[in-house]
């Protein structure tokens, strides 16, 4: 009742302003401060914000300052190289790259080559012939010794998003790129929709723990549903999902205003329900049922190379997977390694700040353990976590990965500007977004040629520094080719950091 007598009060002043100006011309002006007396008014009335029942109207610009800040921060406040979660600096190379503008930087680095921290690679003074470069050479078959139906993958690809997650015209665009520049789109959990088999692309789907896309109706994995999906020429390769490194150990819920007829028919659930996403699997328990599992999902697909995603958790439990491959001799054909630091949607701050092993920790683990164990040969080792340039896919290799997988510089090269809104539907760029009238600003036909464009150079970036290595493959990188600065006066290289380790010694400890 009281909110109509404010309108109804409004509006009449309202009218008697329009009235007095036409006698009276400086009336006008009424028009500006009856409308702000009123609502001054209702907020001094209103019960939830303290501030604003305080200071009605100047309060209200501590808000506004609020949605403004990250904005101001990031194109006026901050320099090329602090911004974060990803500096200016490589933001501009992914777009530019996208664009296929010039990539180049004038005067020099703007990083401190003399701060603790710094990393760059060794060259050779004997460097391959730059005019030689062959960028189709920088693929791995994937497939071990139960696969039948091997795949030849690029070094890099598009990592695990979801369609709900993302957009429609987003994941629409990143099928197209990966189409047109022959490499690999991973699903996310969310399964498998019809943007991500418009343009025929190559496709790591991606089971999770709510098994969307072949499950029943209480959530449980349905074998029926995987075989038919797996089945699908685009389906390459699958890959479980223990864990992801935005929030590892953490399920989730698509809440049911997201839950469309649309992505319900996807997922295999009711629409307009709120699903949950459980932090564990129920399909299998413990490490010789996850390689049951692995075998189980590739005698249904009919030998497709499955493995599984982690982020690396206690390094004990890793460890004791291993044990069970040279038990049961059941081996996935790759294993993804995903780092603390990782994540593209919304998670809590507690876990996306301070639970999951980071990359390069994660991804030394779990090459020594293999190593250890004498299974690294016939296992593929697939590291993301905030791969951005030719550089991070070098250093990365070089730590023992055989390919790299890119979540965020796939985005940017989309078009995303780091507005910092994934989890709040109001993504400007209609990258992160289900609102209509947002998503429909990214237009297909120009963001897939941005996103194959991105791939491309970015791989002739590593075909670059491969040959100023004085290498011939990517295989032949190595940690002792990469430097880190530790102090001003102190450098190490990977190698002193992450000693390796001698293939075949824990299989010792288990005969014993």
């Known amino acids: 009742m009281r909110k109509q007598f404010y309108w ?11 009235e007095s100006w036409y006698y009276h011309p400086f009336a006008w002006t009424f028009l500006f401060t009856l409308p702000t007396f009123a609502w001054g008014m209702f ?33 006026f406040i901050e320099s090329d190289t602090d911004g974060t979660p990803i500096s200016r600096i490589y933001r501009s190379v992914v777009y530019q790259r996208a664009k296929e503008q010039l990539s180049s930087t004038p005067f020099g680095t703007q990083l401190d080559v003399y701060q603790p921290g710094y990393e760059w690679i060794n060259h050779s003074i004997y460097p391959k012939d730059l005019r030689n470069l062959d960028t189709s050479k920088l693929r791995i078959v994937v497939g071990g010794r139960d696969c039948k139906q091997p795949y030849n993958a690029s070094i890099l ?66 074998p029926e549903a995987f075989k038919e999906r797996a089945h699908l020429p685009n389906v390459k390769m699958i890959e479980i999902k223990l864990s992801q490194g935005a929030k ?17 028919k996807i997922r295999l659930v009711k629409p307009h329900t709120s699903v949950h996403s459980p932090s564990c699997h129920t399909a299998f328990s413990g490490a010789e049922g996850l390689l049951q599992f692995v ?48 994540g593209t949607g919304a998670a809590p701050l507690e876990f996306s700040n301070f639970v999951g092993t980071p990359l390069r920790d994660g991804l030394v683990k779990v090459v020594d353990l293999l190593k250890a164990y004498n299974l690294r040969s016939e296992i593929k080792v697939i590291a993301s976590g905030k791969i951005l340039t030719g550089f991070d896919i070098v250093r990365t290799m070089a730590l023992g990965a055989d390919m790299c997988n890119s979540a965020r510089g796939m985005m940017l090269a989309l078009g995303c500007i780091q507005a910092l809104t994934c989890n709040s539907n109001h993504c400007p760029t209609g990258v ?43 295989t032949q990188l190595t940690r002792s080719l990469i430097w880190r600065r530790l102090s001003p006066t102190e450098v190490r290289s990977y190698s002193q950091i992450y000693p390796d380790v001698t293939p075949g010694s824990s299989l010792d400890s288990m005969s014993a």
Request: hydrophobic fraction near 35%.
């Open 157 to 222: 690809n598009i990592s695990a998003m979801s369609f709900g997650a993302l957009s429609p015209t987003a994941i629409e665009s990143l099928n197209w790129g990966a189409k047109d520049g022959g490499f690999s789109h991973n699903t996310g959990e969310g399964g498998i929709s019809p943007y991500h088999l418009k343009h025929g692309g190559d496709l790591i789907w991606q089971i999770g723990t709510g098994y969307f896309g072949c499950r029943d109706d209480l959530g449980n994995f349905l």
């Open 8 to 18: 109804i009060s409004f509006i009449v002043l309202t009218l008697q302003a329009v």
């Open 248 to 264: 590892p150990g953490h399920g989730g819920i698509l809440p049911k205003e997201k839950n469309t007829p649309e992505i319900a």
């Open 432 to 474: 992160a977004t289900q609102a209509p009238h947002l998503f429909k600003g990214l237009v297909v036909t120009d963001k897939f040629k941005r996103v194959s464009h991105f791939h491309q150079h970015t791989l002739e970036a590593v075909a670059e520094l491969i040959a100023a290595a004085g290498l011939d493959s990517s």
């Open 295 to 342: 075998k189980q999902l590739r005698d249904l697909s009919g030998g497709k190379p499955v493995g599984f995603k982690l982020c690396l958790g206690q390094p004990e439990e890793f460890q004791d997977i291993c044990k069970a491959m040279v038990k049961t001799q059941i081996l996935p054909d790759f294993i993804t390694v995903d780092g603390g630091e990782g």
């Open 43 to 75: 907020e001094a009335k209103q019960t939830s914000r303290t501030l604003l029942r305080n200071y009605p109207i100047l309060g209200r610009g501590r808000y506004i300052m609020e949605i403004l800040r990250p904005k101001i921060y990031q194109y």
